[in-house]
Nanobody, 124 residues
Framework: QVQLVESGGGLVQAGGSLRLSCAAS????????MGWFRQAPGKEREFVAT????????VYADSVKGRFTISRDNAKNTVSLQMNSLKREDTAVYTC?????????????????WGQGTQVTVSS
C-alpha cells in the first residue's frame, strides 16, 4: 500500500507560481513512477506530468510544458510540481498518483494509488 498526501494548493493570481508537494508513505517509494493529474469543475481528470522512479525521465501535458516542472526526492519520499506562469485554465483539483512500476505513464487507469487532491485556484 502507498498513502499519498498533497499540500501546497491555494489561491494565486494569473502569472504567479505555486509549488505542490506529495508525501508518500508505505511501500518503497523509490520504485514507483509518480504522476500529477488535475480535474476542473465539470471536466474529466486529465494528465499533467509524470516522473520515473529515479527522476531521470519526465513527461508533460502539452498544456503545461515549459511552465510546470515535476521532480522527486526519494530520500524524503516526496514528489513536487512547480507551477509557474499560472493561467486561469490551470484552476483545478490537483492529485498525485503512484504506479507500482518504475516507468512513466500519462494514463490515469495505469495508476494504482491516489491522494485526496489539493485545490489550485488561479484568479485573473
Amino acid at each position: 500500500q502507498v498513502q499519498l498526501v498533497e499540500s501546497g494548493g491555494g489561491l494565486v493570481q494569473a502569472g504567479g507560481s505555486l509549488r505542490l508537494s506529495c508525501a508518500a508513505s508505505g511501500r518503497t517509494f523509490s520504485t514507483n513512477a509518480m504522476g500529477w493529474f488535475r480535474q476542473a469543475p465539470g471536466k474529466e481528470r486529465e494528465f499533467v506530468a509524470t516522473i520515473n522512479w529515479s527522476g531521470g525521465y519526465t513527461v508533460y501535458a502539452d498544456s503545461v510544458k515549459g511552465r510546470f516542472t515535476i521532480s522527486r526526492d526519494n530520500a524524503k519520499n516526496t514528489v513536487s510540481l512547480q507551477m509557474n506562469s499560472l493561467k486561469r485554465e490551470d484552476t483545478a483539483v490537483y492529485t498525485c498518483a503512484a504506479r507500482t512500476t518504475r516507468w512513466t505513464s500519462a494514463y490515469k487507469a495505469q495508476y494504482d494509488y491516489w491522494g485526496q487532491g489539493t485545490q489550485v485556484t488561479v484568479s485573473s
